[in-house]
């Protein structure tokens, strides 16, 4: 996905655009509180549930994009009471810098391992031979399974299937993360775990939903 352009890159690019056309007008802060209506018009959303998530979206990215720490659902400061602190010439920002919007992330699934129907039940099955944890069985029906309270995620059986019937699903942000800072809040959403994150913005260029933004000045 990455390297090549989507939506994702279109709204990230439009918020610096607006938030920079009114830094270099000048003019009324409170400008900065319409950027998500003018992002975001009518009444049928075009990525998410509804246009009031893709514009609460939009507003929290116009935060960022001014330096502003992110809000949580509930919060109701509007970006322009905020605007006065971020102008400052010499604000430094406020870690974190890699921040992931909790109501913009999809609660993507954790990494899992599963059989598809593609599954032909081989003399061979390698993917049983390689598995040690012992945690693929198959059934009357010849079709494999995993037993995933066994399995540890090692992929070994997904590289040795020559269907190619193990599918092998991972969070996008997780798994650019090489410091597996990753981890998930109570309500099954990506959080980031500051202390080992180094900010290298992997997992950020990595979500395909744009829930992860990090903070300009
Ligand atoms: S890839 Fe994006 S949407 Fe999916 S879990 Fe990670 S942050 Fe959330
Ligand atoms: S991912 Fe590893 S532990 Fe899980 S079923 Fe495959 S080989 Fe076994
Ligand atoms: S990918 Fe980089 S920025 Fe994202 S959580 Fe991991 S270390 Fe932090």
């Known amino acids: ?19 920079a056309k009114l830094a270099f007008e000048g003019g009324d802060p409170r400008l900065l509180d319409q950027i998500p209506l003018k992002m975001i018009q009518g009444e049928v959303a075009k990525h998410r549930h509804d246009v009031f998530l893709e514009r609460a979206i939009v507003e929290e ?54 059989i598809t129907d593609n599954c032909q039940g081989c003399i061979s099955h390698p993917c049983m031979n390689v598995c040690p944890k012992d945690a693929i069985y198959m059934d009357k029906d010849k079709h494999c399974h995993i037993d995933q309270e066994k399995c ?24 650019a993360c090489g410091m597996d800072a990753i981890k998930s809040d109570e309500l099954g959403r990506a959080q980031i775990d500051y202390d080992k994150c180094v ?5 950020l260029v990595n979500c395909p939903f744009g829930a992860i933004a990090d903070k300009s000045q």
């Open 61 to 114: 990215r116009v935060r960022l994009a001014l330096g502003l720490n992110i809000r949580f659902a509930g919060e109701t400061i509007p970006v322009s009471e905020d605007l006065l602190s971020a102008e400052k010439s010499q604000k430094h920002f406020q870690n974190p810098l890699v921040n992931i919007i909790p109501f913009a992330c999809n609660a993507c699934p954790p990494k899992q391992l599963r």
């Open 1 to 19: 996905m990455r390297g090549v352009h989507s939506a994702v890159d279109d709204i990230r690019r439009t918020v610096f655009k607006e938030v």
């Open 199 to 203: 900010s290298c913005g992997m997992c």
């Open 152 to 175: 540890i995620k090692c992929g070994k059986c997904f590289n040795q299937c020559p269907y190619r019937a193990i599918s092998k699903i991972e969070r996008p942000c997780a798994a």
